[in-house]
């Protein structure tokens, strides 16, 4: 069955400072893999997704993610967090067949600090 | 380019009552749409899949009954939650997609509806 983890449940960055955020999947095949971000009482804006090829896949807002298929992993970075960065970010995969379902992780609270 | 939208934003219930929340897809038509709820702090939860002028498909233990799903039109989708009780009180985001055969059916995400059941 596919499932998501996203392990950190909430990281505080400074403001200039670095971001990775993890995500870790199972699924039977190569899955599609998205990152959205969720700001407070908003809906999902799509940052960036991977469905094959290149496995850097770059995102809006200066955000990047990689796929590593042997770590079953697609962790989301940016090398400058900006203080409106600061929001939910939820990594999901999507099934290849069928529907196209998502499968969502729990989701990392980002917090930025001046 | 593809826009959903969701009505209303935010909505206050007695409880006992029935709400009805649409979704629309502004600028596409969507022949799958998929409603998820989401708790305060949690992640979002698939409550069910509905294609344009067929039954929903509900996730388990999603009652049915309770969540009643429309999608009459490929613009239109509506979740009415009947005889709402503070428990239903939650964030219900819709998504709308639109099959393209051999394509991936991206989902495209409402803005939410906070459902508030005093």
């Known amino acids: 069955a596919q499932s998501v983890t996203q392990p950190d449940i909430h990281i505080t960055v400074s403001e200039g400072a670095s971001l990775e955020l993890r995500c870790n999947y199972s699924?039977?095949?190569?899955?599609?893999l998205f990152w959205y971000v969720q700001s407070p009482g908003q809906g999902l804006q799509l940052l960036l997704k991977?469905?094959?090829?290149?496995?850097l896949v770059q995102g809006i807002k200066g955000f990047e993610a990689e796929f590593k298929r042997s770590q079953s992993s697609f962790n989301l970075r940016k090398p400058s967090v900006h203080w409106s960065d600061a929001a939910e970010y939820f990594c999901?995969?999507?099934?290849?067949?069928?529907?196209?379902?998502?499968?969502f992780g729990t989701g990392t609270r980002l917090t930025v600090i001046p | 380019g593809a826009v959903v939208s969701q009505h209303p934003s935010w909505v206050i219930c007695k409880s006992g009552t029935s709400v009805k929340i649409e979704c629309r897809s502004l600028?596409?038509?969507?022949?799958?749409m998929f409603w998820y709820r989401q708790f305060p702090k949690q992640s979002l939860m698939l409550m069910a899949t509905s294609n344009e002028g067929s039954k929903a498909t509900y996730e388990q233990g999603v009652e049915k009954d309770k969540f009643l799903i429309n999608h009459a039109s490929l613009t239109l989708s509506t979740l009415t939650v009947t005889s709402a009780h503070p428990e239903d009180s939650s964030f219900y985001i819709c998504?709308?997609?639109?099959?393209?055969?051999?394509?991936?059916?991206?989902?495209?995400f409402g803005p939410g509806t906070r459902l508030t059941v005093l």
């Open positions: 600028d596409f038509q969507a022949t799958t």
């Open positions: 991977y469905f094959s090829g290149d496995t």
């Open positions: 998504s709308a997609s639109s099959r393209l055969a051999g394509s991936y059916n991206e989902q495209f």
């Open positions: 699924y039977g095949a190569t899955p599609y």
């Open positions: 999901a995969v999507g099934e290849r067949t069928g529907a196209n379902n998502l499968f």
